[in-house]
């Protein structure tokens, strides 16, 4: 087992949780995701996440739309389902219960 590896698999658990959270607020295409992944520093390539988007399409938790693009192919925008908005509630839910525990334990003496 390597660091990077460990690392690798720490913000894989964390990416859904992320991209569900960046649309929460509005419908977005897959490069503006990708852009408010990279601007926290969460790195993701556009391999990782086409087949994330489509699991979590199929899941039931976004919907998408074509949109017509003034500078070139028409683009697909996702966004929250109903189902998506109560997925990511209760994400957020675990996200501050665990990071609670988690900073109790690493920031102990």
Not at 52 to 67: F, I, M, Q, V
């Amino acid at each position: 087992m390597t660091i990077e590896n460990t690392k690798a698999q720490m913000r894989k658990g964390v990416l859904e949780f992320c991209i569900l959270s960046v649309l929460k607020e509005k419908d977005a295409y897959t490069s503006e995701i990708l852009d408010t992944l990279k601007n926290a520093k969460l790195l993701v390539v556009e391999g990782t996440i086409y087949p994330l988007l489509t699991r979590l399409k199929n899941d039931g938790l976004l919907h998408y739309r074509w949109e017509e693009s003034t500078s070139g192919p028409p683009r697909k925008y996702y966004g929250l389902t109903d189902e998506g908005q109560y997925f990511l509630n209760e994400l957020n839910n675990t996200w501050t219960e665990l990071s609670n525990a988690v900073n109790l334990i690493t920031n102990k003496q």
